[in-house]
């Protein structure tokens, strides 16, 4: 129901732009979230933006690198990446709080508050 997009190769210390959206329902009821999964790692919360007034909420880990975003009247949820690493490839997935107008719990970290996903995109940094 969610659709990423904006993946692909970058090179190291380049920058991306993610977009989350969908045509199925009204994303600015939810909080959204951002996280990523690499080969063989375990799924790694990124960013989380409250449904209304916008708070983010940031992973210690990517904090000051990245930035979340909505544009409710594009019903799209954006994740700017900058100063990309080879560690930062992986794909990147979307998601909606299971629930409307509320903060996301745990700032958003615990991905089993969140349904449904999208099929992610891939990010690869690499020169």
């Known amino acids: 129901q969610l659709v990423e997009s904006g993946g692909g190769l970058v090179q190291p210390g380049g920058s991306l732009r993610l977009s989350c959206a969908t045509s199925?329902?009204?994303?600015?009821?939810?909080?959204m979230a951002w996280f990523r999964q690499a080969t063989g790692k375990e799924r790694e919360f990124l960013a989380a933006?409250?449904?209304?007034?916008?708070?983010?909420y940031y992973a210690d880990s990517v904090k000051g690198r990245i930035t979340i975003s909505r544009d409710d009247f594009k019903n799209t949820v954006y994740l700017q990446m900058n100063s990309l690493k080879p560690e930062d490839t992986a794909v990147y997935y979307c998601?909606?709080?299971?629930?409307?107008?509320?903060?996301?719990?745990?700032?958003?970290?615990?991905?089993?508050?969140?349904?449904?996903w999208g099929q992610g995109t891939q990010v690869t940094v690499s020169s």
């Open positions: 998601a909606a709080d299971k629930f409307t107008f509320r903060e996301p719990n745990y700032g958003g970290k615990n991905y089993q508050e969140f349904d449904p």
């Open positions: 199925q329902f009204t994303l600015d009821y939810y909080a």
């Open positions: 933006i409250s449904w209304s007034r916008g708070r983010t």
